[in-house]
Nanobody, 131 residues
Framework: QVQLVESGGGLVQPGGSLRLSCAASGFTLDYYAIGWFRQAPGKEREGVSCISSSDGSTYYADSVKGRFTISRDNAKNTVYLQMNSLKPEDTAVYYC????????????????????????WGQGTQVTVSS
């Protein structure tokens, strides 16, 4: 069965850190661009970060640049999102998605943001930043 499973969410104080994991089963992540998205209540889903499968490039939304780091461990078939200096506005459900798009990370993020994107999605993990 092909699936993506996110984990690592939780409650953290402002300024704290979390590491999210996106683990794949039923397929190999090596050949996929992986994107992280988030959706807060009442807001549209936002592309947060992406890592390419083709050239190793990465993409970050301006809102997380310098605080979040995306990485992949192909041996573990897992992609990570290290989130530091968390803010209350980072509170959301975080999702990962996989695309076979052989483009740069920024281009792959555009593909995964499209309403017609037909790749894989995880079920999401809740991140709450609050004191």
């Amino acid at each position: 069965q092909v699936q993506l499973v996110e984990s690592g969410g939780g409650l953290v104080q402002p300024g704290g850190s979390l590491r999210l994991s996106c683990a794949a089963s039923g397929f190999t992540l090596d050949y996929y661009a992986i994107g992280w998205f988030r959706q807060a209540p009442g807001k549209e889903r936002e592309g947060v970060s992406c890592i390419s499968s083709s050239d190793g490039s990465t993409y970050y939304a301006d809102s997380v640049k310098g605080r979040f780091t995306i990485s992949r461990d192909n041996a573990k078939n897992t992609v990570y999102l290290q989130m530091n200096s968390l803010k209350p506005e980072d509170t959301a459900v975080y999702y990962c998605a996989a695309s076979t798009s052989p483009l740069t990370a920024a281009q792959a993020m555009g593909v995964m943001t499209s309403p017609t994107f037909g790749g894989y999605w995880g079920q999401g993990t809740q991140v709450t930043v609050s004191s």
